[in-house]
């Protein structure tokens, strides 16, 4: 009989830390994700929209029109369903799974690389390409392959000539910190200028993209 209520008293102990870990999880996210969620009310607020899931479909989207980051999107969709499922009991079905996912998937296609270069309109096209046709062919390849993808520094050094498919005229650009990777397209201004740039140093599938040129015009493969 006492070990009986030993057993008792041991799993009441055992399922209240359970439960006081959850709920201190659900206190850490709280305050994580409050700044991202005053966001996504500001915005249903402006639209009249209700807090629900169909307005974070919307808000899921036009943060995709805003041409923001991957990173963003997920850090908004994490946040603002932690409190719609914890302090607004609402639930994240089958079908708003289905929805988000369709959004993110714009991510892969070519909305936001037009989004890329829509933005870089202001800069007259004609006088920008003329001042990239007067750099060296290795210049050339890397402004060229830059201008098109909108890729930043950190993500332009780690291409390596193997993520550069020449005959379906794409590129592959690792995102380290989200642990993605994303194919985008290049023009045929870029594949010829990619592969002038190879065929002059001798380029191998290994070599970086990028790498360093010294003052004798040697290239040494470096990240």
Do not use: W
């Not at 307005?55 to 899921?60: S, V």
């Not at 933005?119 to 004609?126: L, M, R, S, Y």
């Not at 004798?216 to 470096?222: S, V």
Request: some cysteine; glycine content about 4%; aromatic content about 8%.
């Amino acid at each position: 009989m006492e070990q009986a209520k030993v057993f008792e008293l041991t799993q009441v102990i055992e399922k209240r830390k359970v439960n006081d870990a959850i709920q201190n999880q659900i206190h850490k996210k709280d305050k994580m994700y409050q700044g991202d969620f005053k966001l996504f009310k500001e915005y249903a607020e402006s639209k009249g929209m209700p807090l629900n899931f169909d307005t974070l479909t919307a808000y899921l989207l036009h943060t995709v029109e805003q041409g923001l980051k991957l990173s963003t999107f997920k850090k908004r969709l994490a946040s603002v369903k932690h409190f719609l499922v914890n302090d607004y009991g609402l639930e994240y079905t089958a079908e708003h799974k289905k929805n988000i996912a369709t959004i993110k998937k714009m991510y892969d296609d070519e909305y936001l690389d037009n989004k890329a270069m829509e933005g870089q309109q202001a800069v007259d096209k004609d006088e920008l390409m003329g001042e990239i046709n007067k750099l060296d062919v290795r210049a050339k390849a890397i402004c060229l392959v830059n201008l098109v993808t909108a890729n930043r520094p950190s993500e332009m050094v780690t291409i390596r000539i193997k993520d550069i498919d020449l005959k379906q005229g794409t590129i592959k650009v690792k995102l380290h910190k989200q642990k993605e990777v994303f194919t985008k397209k290049l023009t045929l201004e870029v594949v010829n200028a990619v592969k002038d740039y190879i065929q002059k140093y001798g380029l191998t599938d290994t070599d970086h993209l990028v790498g360093k040129v010294d003052r004798h015009g040697n290239y040494t493969d470096a990240e």
